[in-house]
């Protein structure tokens, strides 16, 4: 009776998982197509947006894969080889650090845009983020090459592949791994995006620069709403994780791991919901989709499709 919610927390899971891999391929797969149309390859946040649905696509779809083999089979691959354990442990902390950064940077790039200052909205071009991006993608493989140090298969206890906190030095690197994660990025999404909504709110004082603004706007209010169901969907689990890098003996109760395992869904689905944020956020967006599916499902147009194209503010 004591394992009942643990047993609930795995079934859930054995439920859940199938359908995030579905909405997952579904959501990001749109995203990708959806992003290379070229109402959006003229911006330099949409490449953040493609990239971030590439990574998505990877880290939903096949690690939520070796998580189903493991509670509805018992096959962990993790668990029978200590490069296996390390190298899903790498991709477990990298892949959403470098989608969470491209969100940060894709707020960056949002304020450039929407700056009254000509030199300021420079920054906002294809070429700088391809070149962040690039940037932002080998740092970040670097610095989490050190998980590799941080987690190991441990069979003589059976913990399974856990990290290995024994150090001070080891402690930090996964509590610094937390802080850049849910505190330090999110923090930087907030504060770009309220320079961002100043500057906005700057520019629609001029009519002439607001008709031009249109695209940039629903952009900014894509990546709002994305900012907020990040949060509400991360922060849970990333606290959780955070509990599992201290030496504490909570670590080993069947609650910490019922809380783990629940936790790690809504974890996985903010790998998934960016698609239908960009539905209900983005009317550019919204009209892509339909254009594409009237292509694809060969259903004649009754209408013209009204998109608005983005014009770039003259430099002075």
Do not use: W
């Given at each position: 009776m004591a394992d009942a919610p643990l047993i609930f927390a795995e079934e859930m899971t054995r439920i859940s998982i199938p359908m995030i891999i579905f909405l997952s391929v579904l959501g990001n797969g749109l995203n990708i197509v959806i992003l290379t149309r070229s109402a959006f390859t003229h911006h330099a946040s949409s490449l953040y947006f493609l990239v971030m649905a590439i990574n998505n696509l990877f880290y939903s779809t096949v690690l939520p894969v070796i998580n189903l083999l493991s509670d509805r089979y018992n096959i962990s691959p993790s668990e029978h080889s200590n490069i296996v354990c390390k190298l899903i442990s790498y991709l477990l902390n990298l892949c959403p650090n470098i989608s969470v950064y491209l969100i940060v940077f894709a707020s960056v790039?949002?304020?450039?845009?929407?700056?009254?200052?000509?030199?300021?909205?420079?920054?906002?071009?294809?070429?700088?983020?391809?070149?962040?991006?690039?940037?932002?993608?080998?740092?970040?493989?670097?610095?989490?090459?050190?998980?590799?140090?941080?987690?190991?298969?441990?069979?003589s206890d059976e913990l399974g592949c856990v990290p290995h906190i024994d150090t001070v030095f080891q402690?930090?690197?996964?509590?610094?791994?937390?802080?850049?994660?849910?505190?330090?990025?999110?923090?930087?999404?907030?504060?770009?995006?309220?320079?961002?909504?100043?500057?906005?709110?700057?520019?629609?004082?001029?009519?002439?620069?607001?008709?031009?603004?249109?695209?940039?706007?629903?952009?900014?209010?894509?990546?709002l709403l994305q900012l907020v169901v990040h949060l509400i969907l991360i922060l849970p689990f990333c606290s959780v994780f955070l509990i599992l890098s201290l030496p504490i003996e909570i670590r080993f109760t069947s609650l910490f791991d019922f809380l783990f395992i629940i936790f790690q869904l809504p974890f996985y689905l903010s790998f998934v919901t960016p698609f239908f944020i960009y539905i209900l956020s983005g009317l550019i967006y919204r009209n892509e989709l339909i254009r594409l599916l009237r292509i694809t499902f060969h259903v004649p147009c009754s209408g013209r499709v009204d998109i608005m194209i983005n014009t770039i503010l003259p430099t002075q």
């Amino acid at each position: 009776m004591a394992d009942a919610p643990l047993i609930f927390a795995e079934e859930m899971t054995r439920i859940s998982i199938p359908m995030i891999i579905f909405l997952s391929v579904l959501g990001n797969g749109l995203n990708i197509v959806i992003l290379t149309r070229s109402a959006f390859t003229h911006h330099a946040s949409s490449l953040y947006f493609l990239v971030m649905a590439i990574n998505n696509l990877f880290y939903s779809t096949v690690l939520p894969v070796i998580n189903l083999l493991s509670d509805r089979y018992n096959i962990s691959p993790s668990e029978h080889s200590n490069i296996v354990c390390k190298l899903i442990s790498y991709l477990l902390n990298l892949c959403p650090n470098i989608s969470v950064y491209l969100i940060v940077f894709a707020s960056v790039d949002r304020f450039c845009a929407s700056s009254s200052n000509a030199q300021r909205r420079k920054f906002s071009s294809l070429r700088i983020a391809r070149l962040v991006i690039i940037l932002l993608i080998s740092l970040l493989t670097l610095l989490y090459l050190s998980t590799l140090t941080t987690f190991d298969l441990r069979q003589s206890d059976e913990l399974g592949c856990v990290p290995h906190i024994d150090t001070v030095f080891q402690q930090t690197l996964m509590i610094m791994g937390e802080v850049m994660f849910a505190i330090i990025a999110p923090f930087m999404m907030i504060v770009f995006d309220l320079l961002t909504i100043d500057n906005v709110n700057q520019l629609q004082i001029i009519p002439a620069v607001a008709i031009h603004r249109r695209t940039e706007i629903q952009l900014m209010r894509m990546l709002l709403l994305q900012l907020v169901v990040h949060l509400i969907l991360i922060l849970p689990f990333c606290s959780v994780f955070l509990i599992l890098s201290l030496p504490i003996e909570i670590r080993f109760t069947s609650l910490f791991d019922f809380l783990f395992i629940i936790f790690q869904l809504p974890f996985y689905l903010s790998f998934v919901t960016p698609f239908f944020i960009y539905i209900l956020s983005g009317l550019i967006y919204r009209n892509e989709l339909i254009r594409l599916l009237r292509i694809t499902f060969h259903v004649p147009c009754s209408g013209r499709v009204d998109i608005m194209i983005n014009t770039i503010l003259p430099t002075q």
